[in-house]
């Protein structure tokens, strides 16, 4: 019979109590290092309905991605060695994070819960990506409110092999860590959940999927893509940081990005502006 705990004994211990208070007090005298919150995969926590349900979500969902999927998506996961067989390891010889490195130095590092956004985006801004290791069980194998590895590894990591979307993401963290108005830091919520989460993108004159929330999900990524009541909006940044989004059910508005270099470049004028309030130089 399946468990309901979510591989809970993977994240728990001491180790993981550990990484989960210096992240909870980021910022605070003693806990300014992002390198605290990693913990190690633990990976002999994997059970096989474990791996099964690996196998089961990334053969449903690639095939329906094959020719929906933005083309940088799918190369990335080709270059990182993203597989059916296994659950991917963050570490070792034939880990993606080996690849990564080699190819933008951004890192997949396993956490023990969800991070406050100061600790989160201080990770982004470090080129380290704060990974959830548990995978949901086979009866919540449609939907899980909360992120599991599947969703973070199958649905962002991908794209974090492409220089152009690598630099993006950093340029992001750096942003966003360094926002210290209300109003900028709502505006990048909006910016992170319409592109990082929910983007689509046109390419070869078709509308193509990259944001995980749309990558990770069978059906809000077939919505995303032919349902008539989708408003799908060409991005304009400005425009993007106005829209409010709910979470709670299939988004009825999407942005279209022409390019990476397009989102690369607006983020990198926005993050100017931010930075400059705070007396701190932008580099791209």
Known sequence: MSTPNLNLAMIDGPEAQTAQENADRFGQPGFEDPSKFFIAQRYEGYTAENQEVWQTLYDRQMDFLTDRASNVYLDGARSINLVRDHIPHLDGEQSINRFLQELTGWQSCAVPGYLPAS????????????????????????????????????????????????????????????????ADTTRLARLFWFTVEFGLIREEGRLKLYGSGLISSP?????????????????????????????????????????????RDAMNEYAHRILAKNGQAAKA
């Open 219 to 263: 059906g809000e990524s077939k919505h995303a893509l032919e349902s008539p009541d989708v408003d799908r909006r060409p991005f304009d940044l400005d425009q993007v940081c106005e829209t409010g989004f709910e979470i709670d059910h299939y988004q009825p508005i999407l942005y279209v990005l022409d390019s990476f270099e397009q989102l």
């Open 119 to 182: 600790a989160f985006f201080a990770c982004l801004a470090q080129r380290k990506f704060p990974t959830t290791i548990v995978i949901r069980n086979r009866e919540a194998i449609d939907y899980l409110p909360e992120p599991d590895i599947f969703h973070d590894v199958f649905g962002h990591v991908p794209l974090h092999a492409d220089p152009v979307f690598a630099d993006f993401l950093q340029t992001y963290g750096r942003a966003a860590l360094s926002a210290s108005d209300e």
